[in-house]
């Protein structure tokens, strides 16, 4: 029995504890911290089972019985904590990004390296049974080479204007899971990109020094093209989908609804919306990416999202950011 | 060339005038008639290219020019008139049903049969692509030995009144062409019939003696069991869809639509309906029927829809008929 | 906190007891009986956290703490143990059928009403997101008046032969559910039953006295017709599909799949095959009829699926039985 | 009934007068001409009632009775041709591209301008029922403000090579299409265009100075962006998509097939490959544009693709070009 301590008590820390009690058979919460320990917090943990509650994480980096961390802090803590924990011996499931600056990121995984610890990022997507069927046909060689990859997201809409403020910009907070699907899906690295994109939806997040609108496209190592489109506002709900296409076919997936349910009536012939809220898409996913992680741990393998993959998208990110504000394609060598 | 001879000039005498002209190469109108030649009917006729326009269709079977007759004349002329062409050497091309008499159309069989020439009735469905695409999977061992046949049949709108009353009962003026779909696509006959029926869609059909809504249950030779469900009113369009399913899979069609647009916004994601009009609908299947008419004079082989293929349909509905009003399923041999 | 014993501790017993524990906050399963205690059984308890383990389901019915019992022991013991359970106070959910006899139904449900208990049947498709949508759209009016209602209900395999020996039957074993689900889709009663029945997947089944594939109509109080189809072998998977049409529109719904990928190759346009274990498929009903059989006790109100629709598909299962032997519609006065 | 000549007897001369026979009323041909008068093209000829076959195009432009002409000869004689054409007073249907020169097509335009008569360029798949279908929702404000166009266009095999060497060019050949549907769909002009390419599909492709994959982002004067991407080979047939994102919602359109049929067996639920050949495809669409461009005549209304219709996908073509050559976006100001 793996024995874990959370590292942050919000959504997605509570995420990843209910997922844990529900779905990993192999380990348990010992612990759970959080900067601010409430009485709800309290009483949340006891509801799940879990004994200790703390205010400061490093009593969980101190409890030698425990083998894992779920680093789920605010993004300004995930590389100083998980620089902490790997020290501590600790093996660490660290939410995306792991920082927004690529030099801290490699701090973290030589530090990782080092301590010998499994290390694994929270590209939840990955796990989902959609874009794992895409993955599984590319693996099987079904696709053949892959020539484009395409990776529409659309959120069902734009975050607060005092979100926006601090997220990072859109490229960093929201395709940083597209740039992760292109490498994912592609099975080959980014080495040029080039961000189209514009204030559409709403003019506050110009005003904020963000885009809500983009179309970025990639160029691989193995001569591939991605494209991503983003917008922060689907009316019609959560729009994540994806395509691999190469020189033996092409597979695609379309969203996933509530029912099959369709009715037919004068008005039309009418099928569900995707499902609105990314925790509603992607909850199964949430829960198979920490049962790798504790997989990873139990078999001694390595991780399914490694330090490298916690890298990549962030130098992708910061070419988009620089292609953007420069008008140009931008190689990921002139970011690092 | 073969020189065709339309007799009655209505909507589907129409209708096939036009597919012969564009679709069918290697056929040529010489001539139509009609009870009632009137300006319009002439000047549409020259429109057309076809040179003779007659009041009386003993016209086109003296002409010994012409080889085939396609008669669109009133239900109550087809048995007489078949029967005349067939004595007159003329191959025939029968709108459906040939008669709702069974006797009068093994009459029309028998004199066929003596003169040697080809008779085909007018069953489009059976060309039409979707319900082709089905029989050729069957055809092709992919369904493997049938078990469950399915057909929806639902109009878009009930007919008037008036002409409920003269219609001979939906099982012979709707239903007919279901029951000879679950022939075409079990490959089998029918050999006895269970009809369920009500009137849901308006009490004025129910006082003119019909009913709108039904389910046949339809027990095959082959062991296989057929269903139909009718509705006289499908408010969202004309819904024609048919399932085989077997031992070996399934094959199922949907409804053709004008486009392949989905529209999705707040109110759900949208798709178009069924087209809604027979014509629309069929109207590549009618100019098909009349293709490979023209095919069999020419090569001289078997109709596709052959003078049997008249019958059983008509033997069904008439079973089909005393298993409602008797509440028990009826044998074909019950009403033969 | 309402406390559950679980009578029976097989394969639907288990299911009900991780949906308890994982899904239903508001309710812990306290005792567990089966007449088989192995250790493997306790060791899965413990796992469980379920503290009691008994082979005699009266210290269940005798502990005071106990509020509600699940009877998923054999279909024989349904009554006797519900009737037991009622007397000694207990809310019962009952696995289906409550019993094959009518009769005993009807005692069971003397009880549970003198009792003042609750009673839930464990009809779970019911529960179903695809058919909990249509009926959605049938309660909010969507559809209008219903005329027809069809159900097709096709499982991947027939089962060993010598379960269909003691299965009671496909209307009684596997049609039951769809039975249900007419009566729970229409919103009315079955008065009148037709079925055509035939031994086309295993002859090894009509040895045993069996019929493998149906077409059911049933004529309903309302005036609308239901019609179920069933095969006990679909070669592509668990085929669980379902339709109302009415005057205002219709809806239906298709298959379940693990993905939305469709992968277009030379061969086609592949889509994935529905679900193939009804376990799979019907995992989510299991845990939403548990929670809603919760619920009504917490709140005191009427159970979602109560004595009559345990009642009711019995009747039209027997219905079904007799005209299958008789080859004629029968009407449920007939066996009632 | 406008009297129409017909320049060029290859494959989309004749796709014109075939549908001009079938589907135009109001107009007739009375002359083709080609360079080479072979015997077939003279009893193709009389097969279709064209009275006249020349082997000089200023036959036709000198006979007084032609009211208008399709310029369906070889690329580079469509202006000269058009020139010559506008001088005689004739009406003009031109094929695409009306020269790869863009002070050349200026030069036609202002000739046209002068001649006072109607020029329309023949890019079809504005006529197309799906596209049609996405550019009524635009227009109806379904849409809202357009945000994202895309438009997915892949061959279903590349061409010879010898043609690749005179085809002038992907850009050019196959890509003019889909500048031209990101116009059309989003009502707004393009401003500047970034192609990234590579030669996946065949390296003597390559050889030939000439990509078969691209991904082309364009950026629109409403702000909008729009995306391209194009393969010369999709296995699996001919895949012409496209969808436009906005604030009130999106509209997409999948691929055609020739049935619904969806077959469902133990390799999975397989549906029909898109059709595969352009003409099968967009046939329809064919005969819709010479149906308008009559209308146009008929009705002295402006023609549905007109002169700067012609010439935008040209100079958008030219950016690309420029764009693919030096890896960098170019505005369209910077090739005009």
Redesign the interface.
């Known amino acids: 029995m793996i024995k874990v301590g959370i590292i942050g008590a919000g959504r997605i820390g509570r995420v990843h504890s209910e997922s844990i009690?529900?779905?990993v058979k192999g380990a348990e919460i010992k612990a759970i911290s959080d900067i601010k320990v409430t009485e709800e917090l309290q009483s949340w943990a006891a509801s799940m089972g879990i004994p200790h509650v703390y205010d400061d994480y490093r009593k969980i980096l101190q409890d030698p019985e425990i083998d894992a961390v779920l680093v789920c802090s605010s993004t300004n803590t995930h590389a100083p904590i998980s620089i902490e924990a790997a020290q501590a011996g600790k093996h660490i499931f660290c939410e995306k990004p792991v920082d927004p600056n690529k030099d801290k990121i490699r701090e973290v995984l030589d530090v990782v390296d080092k301590a010998g610890v499994k290390f694994q990022v929270g590209f939840n997507r990955r796990f989902d049974?959609?874009f794992?069927?895409?993955k599984d046909?590319v693996i099987a060689g079904?696709i053949g080479?892959p020539?484009?990859i395409?990776v529409t997201s659309?959120d069902p809409d734009a975050p607060p204007i005092e979100y926006v403020k601090v997220s990072g910009g859109m490229f960093f907070d929201m395709t940083i899971h597209d740039f992760d699907m292109i490498r994912y899906l592609s099975g080959s690295e980014v080495v040029e990109v080039?961000a189209?994109?514009?204030v559409?939806?709403n003019p506050e997040i110009g005003k904020a020094g963000d885009i809500d609108?983009?179309?970025i496209?990639l160029?691989l190592a193995n001569?591939?093209?991605g494209?991503i489109?983003n917008?922060r506002?689907?009316?019609?709900?959560y729009?994540q989908r994806a395509e691999v296409?190469g020189?033996?076919?092409?597979?695609?997936?379309?969203?996933?609804?509530?029912?099959?349910?369709?009715?037919?009536?004068?008005?039309?012939?009418?099928?569900?919306?995707?499902k609105y809220f990314f925790l509603e898409r992607y909850m199964q996913s949430f829960a198979e990416e920490i049962r790798c992680f504790i997989d990873s741990i139990v078999n001694d393998t390595p991780t399914a999202v490694n330090g490298n993959d916690g890298l990549q998208p962030v130098l992708i990110a910061l070419a988009a950011q620089k292609s953007l504000e420069e008008?140009?394609?931008v190689k990921l060598s002139e970011v690092d």
């Not at 020189?247 to 995707?274: F, H, L, M, R, W």
Request: proline share 3%.
């Open positions: 009690s529900k779905y049974h959609n794992k069927a895409i046909r079904d080479e020539h484009l395409r659309r080039y189209a994109g514009g559409l939806v609108t983009a179309v496209t160029k001569g591939a093209i494209v489109d917008s506002k689907a009316v019609y709900g729009d296409f020189s033996k076919g092409a597979v695609q997936t379309s969203n996933d609804t509530n029912s099959t349910a369709v009715y037919s009536c004068e008005a039309g012939v009418i099928a569900e919306k995707p008008g140009r394609p």
